[in-house]
């Protein structure tokens, strides 16, 4: 075997055929777009990004053919609550079912790292947001959604063979849109009847002319409900806005709403719809005959799912029903007027049971269960699991 450090676009082709030529027998595997994936690796897109603090291998077997590929990331922002030590991560890891070549390439990221300080890895992870290509799939081997890893079931066992073990599991929900006018628990309009009519409530869907007020709205939220939560920091409402606009060819005005206190933005639930269902056909390519593809199948394709991405309250108005009155208003609204079938939230970490406790109570199941696991360098430094928020 043979490994190779990613220094050039051909290696970076190698990169993305790593993935395509693994994954590709597994008739559920939703090819990524090429960009999204070389977009992290570019410090002019991915601003997080600085150059030396990460690397790319791929890995060729005796006959020149590619079998594997892993990433390893040096990133000074990355924290997890407990951490004494500084860790490091490794990612879009890909392997044939071969351990001797995921231990060279698990070896690869190690030394790499310990060169530079760390102490352990976490993995796999992406050097950026955690709602984009985090945690190894190891149950509910569906479809995945945008920007979510999609892995074979034998990464597992490659993983847990070398020495990682679980820091945290990553939960996903899904829950089916029926029509019935009563789907959720009883709790939701309970809840509700307690807000209806109220003067100094208001709930909202966005609107996409309104996008800098909206923008406002969604910064405001985010940064009391979940800037002082470990990994994030505060959002502008420049930021929020460029989000927003980024997400215009195919954003859903009714997937995104808002409750409203005297005037004051309180809670907003954030979804869009799973454009993976587009981008299965573009084949990781988004070049002129890619974005006419992906016009038309956003024209006349059929979307039958969207996906929950951010959920936030603010702290003064936890636990008293205000969110669940924010979602019977705008259940109400996605079956009138939309023909989604599917919800599926984004994972959720088995360290915060207030979040899961959402999901349950939403009437979602589990659908999948990621993993993000750790791996620490001295052997002899006791392991432990990510600690549970309160």
């Known amino acids: 075997m043979k490994i190779k450090e990613v220094l050039n676009a051909a290696d970076e082709q190698d990169f993305i055929q790593v993935h395509v030529q693994i994954n590709s027998p597994f008739p559920n595997w939703i090819r990524p777009l090429d960009k999204d994936v070389l977009e992290v690796f570019d410090p002019a897109r991915n601003k997080q990004l600085k150059p030396g603090t990460f690397a790319r291998w791929i890995l060729f077997d005796g ?16 924290r997890n609550k407990g951490d004494k030590f500084q860790v490091g991560g490794i990612g879009f890891f890909d392997c044939t079912n071969d351990q001797l070549a995921a231990d060279l390439l698990f070896n690869t990221a190690k030394e790499w790292l310990m060169a530079r300080g760390m102490e352990a890895m976490d993995g796999p992870i992406n050097y950026g947001d955690r709602d984009k290509w985090w945690g190894l799939l190891v149950e509910g081997f569906e479809p995945p959604i945008y920007s979510m890893n999609y892995n074979p079931p034998y990464y597992q066992h490659l993983f847990e063979n070398y020495g990682f073990k679980v820091f945290y599991n990553q939960i996903c929900w899904s829950m089916q849109v029926a029509q019935d006018a009563h789907q959720l628990s009883p709790k939701f309009y309970e809840s509700h009847q307690k807000f209806e009519g109220n003067p100094d409530f208001k709930v909202v869907h966005l609107n996409k002319k309104q996008l800098q007020k909206f923008a406002g709205d969604l910064a405001t939220v985010y940064n009391k409900a979940w800037a002082k939560h470990e990994g994030n920091k505060e959002i502008t409402q420049t930021h929020a806005y460029k989000l927003l606009k980024s997400m215009l060819p195919v954003l859903d005005e009714k997937l995104i709403w808002f409750v409203f206190h005297k ?49 936030g309250i603010v702290p003064e108005f936890q636990g008293t029903g205000l969110d669940y009155y924010m979602i019977v208003e705008a259940e109400k609204e996605i079956k009138a007027t939309r023909s989604y079938k599917k919800l599926e939230l984004y994972w959720q970490g088995d360290f915060n049971p207030k979040m899961l406790n959402i999901s349950k109570n939403l009437g979602a199941k589990q659908y999948r269960k990621m993993v993000t696991y750790r791996y620490i360098f001295d052997r002899n430094i006791p392991f432990e699991r990510h600690p549970i928020l309160n």
């Open 63 to 78: 006959k020149g053919h590619l079998i594997g590929r892993i990433a390893a990331f040096v990133n000074s922002k990355y």
């Open 263 to 311: 005037d004051e933005p309180v809670v907003m639930w954030i979804n869009l719809p799973d454009i993976n269902q587009i981008i299965k056909h573009l084949d990781g390519n988004l070049n002129w005959w890619g974005k006419l593809k992906f016009v038309f199948w956003k024209t006349f394709g059929k979307n039958e799912s969207f996906v929950g991405l951010v959920f």
